[in-house]
């Protein structure tokens, strides 16, 4: 099969935004406790926190952590964890039925994240919470004058102002389950206020107002419209949350699903041109679609823990080679889409539907997604280009002609690298691909990775990792085009030298 691919260096969609490689930690099963916080272990820092899993998390590069959650947010009144441990209480988490002993708390998030070098993504609760509570939390954080809540963070040995930037305004306020759920109108009203308020405290933050919380919601649309009425002014992004599922086994279909999640980018970012239009406005509220992944497989392989126990094991995915495919063509869904995603969170990050997993007091160790995500993480950033890609099409419950192959392309910052990303959605067949790419002088292969030879269900454990990258040789250079011979069923990095760039 042929697959035929032009890229050209001129065609640019956009400059990639680096908060797309974003991650999630929420107070969540074993993400905290025993996942990133284990005082217990082996490789705890004087702080009680992993040096194992950091050394997993380092290399992902992040951007961004959001914290601490996530619907386990609607419930948090950020005043239990801080000050000194031995004083915060035990409460119940409605979220998760599990018991929350804050041990984990803002500032020892805040200076994990120091330590880690990435900047955090912080959440206001608007469920329990209110206006106000949301503003004595970023004076906690932010506050630079000698009020309450700064002096609190100064006395808790915090001098410095943590400055965290990214605020979100609540978390999926429109899902029954959440603690507190609204309607739009109620949650576009306090929203607005908060973000006002917000703004007022601190005018260098940016703000995250809740899209709906998934795609198939019955008010997916008239909610995003109805939030927008109230907040557009006051809010520099919205939400979008989606995981993916493959229950019935469907490969071909599950493989095509970061084709609906292209579609709701594109619709979402049409309902935010239409209010800006609307109200001709100069102001620009872009997407941040802080949570993605694949999410099923505890629900009907994982063991239940009994409720209200700590910590409370749930949803540990097991991801396998067919999720790692996915994970890649959702990676080049947000890289054609960088003209309108600014923030992504690949959610989460540690032991709760996550790319690290943790024995309690053992081993550390990466799933199959991990990869997919590092190495874009470390090559797709600068300027996505534009991907033309005339690939077989295959028929599934998604789509009439699906492409085979799934691609992104982007260009470095200096200029000097095309980073190419390529999945064959193919199970049984290999494609021959004829690369093009128009507007260069010079080419080079410099690096060639890919995650390939395994079946779908292959997953990786403490002890073994089917799914693994590997140097990868299929490919050569004839009259100006690349040949690459994409293995069945695999994702593919090619990082290709530009000599020069041909000029216009
Ligand atoms: O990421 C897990 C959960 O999924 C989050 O708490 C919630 O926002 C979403 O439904």
Same mark, same amino acid.
């Given at each position: 099969m042929t697959t035929q691919i032009r890229i050209d260096a001129q065609a640019r969609i956009a400059a990639i935004d680096d908060r797309i490689y974003s991650s999630f930690i929420e107070h969540m099963g074993r993400a905290v406790y025993t996942g990133i916080y284990e005082p217990e272990h082996e490789s705890a820092d004087a702080f009680g926190f992993r040096q194992d899993v950091m050394e997993m998390i380092r290399p992902l590069n992040l951007a961004n952590i959001r914290y601490p959650g996530g619907n386990f947010l609607s419930g948090y009144n950020w005043l239990d964890g801080i000050g000194p441990k031995e004083d915060r209480p035990v409460r119940p988490d409605l979220a998760w039925f599990a018991l929350e002993p804050n041990l984990v708390g803002t500032d020892e998030f805040l200076q994990w994240c120091e330590r880690l070098g990435t900047s955090a993504m912080l959440g206001v609760n608007l469920g329990t919470g209110t206006p106000q509570s949301a503003c004595d939390l970023l004076e906690y954080v932010n506050g630079t004058l000698p009020t309450q809540y700064a002096n609190l963070r100064r006395a808790n040995g915090h001098a410095k102002p943590y400055g965290v930037k990214l605020w979100c305004l609540g978390n999926e306020m429109d899902g029954p389950w959440q603690i507190c759920a609204k309607t739009a109108d109620e949650y576009g009203r306090i929203a607005c206020e908060s973000a006002k308020m917000m703004k007022w405290l601190d005018p260098s933050i940016e703000l995250v107002a809740c899209g709906s919380s998934y795609r198939t919601m019955p008010t997916f649309g008239t909610w995003e419209k109805t939030v927008l009425e109230h907040c557009y002014p006051y809010i520099d992004y919205l939400s979008l949350h989606q995981y993916y599922q493959n229950n019935d086994g469907d490969v071909p279909s599950f493989l095509a699903r970061s084709v609906e999640m292209d579609r709701f980018i594109r619709e979402v970012a049409d309902i935010t041109r239409a209010e800006k239009a609307r109200r001709d406005s100069d102001h620009d509220v872009f997407l941040s679609f802080d949570e993605w992944n694949i999410w099923y497989h505890f629900q009907s392989e994982g063991v239940i823990p009994e409720k209200w126990t700590f910590p409370r094991a749930i949803e540990e995915e097991r991801y396998d080679g067919a999720d790692a495919l996915l994970v890649g063509c959702m990676i080049n869904t947000l890289l054609r889409n960088a003209d309108v995603v600014k923030i992504a969170c *690949? &959610?989460? *990050?540690?032991?709760?539907? &996550?790319?690290i997993m943790t024995e309690p007091g053992g081993k550390a160790w990466v799933q199959t997604i991990y990869y997919p995500f590092l190495y874009a993480s470390r090559f797709g950033r600068g300027t996505s280009l534009n991907i033309l890609i005339d690939s077989p099409g295959y028929a599934c419950s998604v789509g009439d002609a699906i492409p085979s192959v799934d691609g992104a392309a982007t260009l470095s910052k200096d200029e000097n690298e095309i980073a190419l990303f390529l999945v064959n959605r193919s199970l049984t067949q290999e494609q021959d691909c004829e690369i093009s790419l128009a507007n260069l002088c010079a080419m080079r292969v410099i690096e060639c990775v890919t995650l390939c030879g395994f079946s779908a269900g292959s997953r990786n454990t403490a002890d073994t990792a089917p799914v693994h990258p590997a140097e990868f040789h299929h490919y050569a250079s004839r009259d100006g085009t690349l040949h690459v011979n994409l293995p069945a069923f695999s994702w593919t990095m090619i990082r290709i030298r530009i000599d020069t760039l041909a000029q216009p």
């Open positions: *690949l &959610a989460q *990050l540690v032991n709760t539907i &996550a790319p």
